[in-house]
């Protein structure tokens, strides 16, 4: 079981928002300011999508979104667009017994 | 062009070994904190371990004692070692990086596109 629980689908419309959560679980993890989202294709490599819980890396539209509140952070998806069904994993540094943990992923479904 | 590549991957049986190389380009891989990740059939994505400039290695509990992460800075290469291999470690394994301030906040923002591993007899 992670120590991030994500649901495991999403969908919205084209044009839509849609929120995606990112819950700790586990009494061995803070989210601190190091929630990172990951968007995977199928067959390519992940892409960062928000890292420090709501920075945008450089070409990320701004569309994508970052939040936290107490331990559950969220990634926003407004104005949905087809190329954005993908799955979604949050991930957090949990400090050096644990290191890197990623939620079980989330598929976002663009109807 | 930013870059990782990922190559080794493969059918092996239980209790055999596998050695993945990851080779960059595009950035000081030298200086590079670099870390394997897999991704497991159904399951999501698992920190393995990783590398420091200069060799020191830390690892997550499931595969700490099998697993060996080692790199080669003359070669921009890194390597993970993967030695009792069980079922459960069939997976598409990547290497991954940051850079500045996405290091900063503990994140990957340099990705590899992955090999396969399957453990089966």
Redo the contacts between chains.
Sequence with gaps: Q?ALTQPPSASGSPGQSVTISCTVTSSDVSFY??V?W?Q?HP??????MI??VS?R?SGVPDRFSGSKSGNTASLTVSGLQAEDEADY?C???AG?N????????TKLTVL | EVQLVESGGGLVKPGGSLRLSCASSGFPFSDGWMSWVRQTPGKGLEWLGRIRPGGATEYAAPVKGRFTISREDSYNTLYLQMNSLKTEDTAVYYCTTARGVVAQAASFDIWGQGTMVTVSS
């Design positions: 992670s300011n190091y990172s990951y995977h067959g390519k490599a992940p892409k960062l890292y420090g920075r890396p994993y991930s957090s540094y050096s644990n290191f890197w943990v990623f939620g079980g992923g």
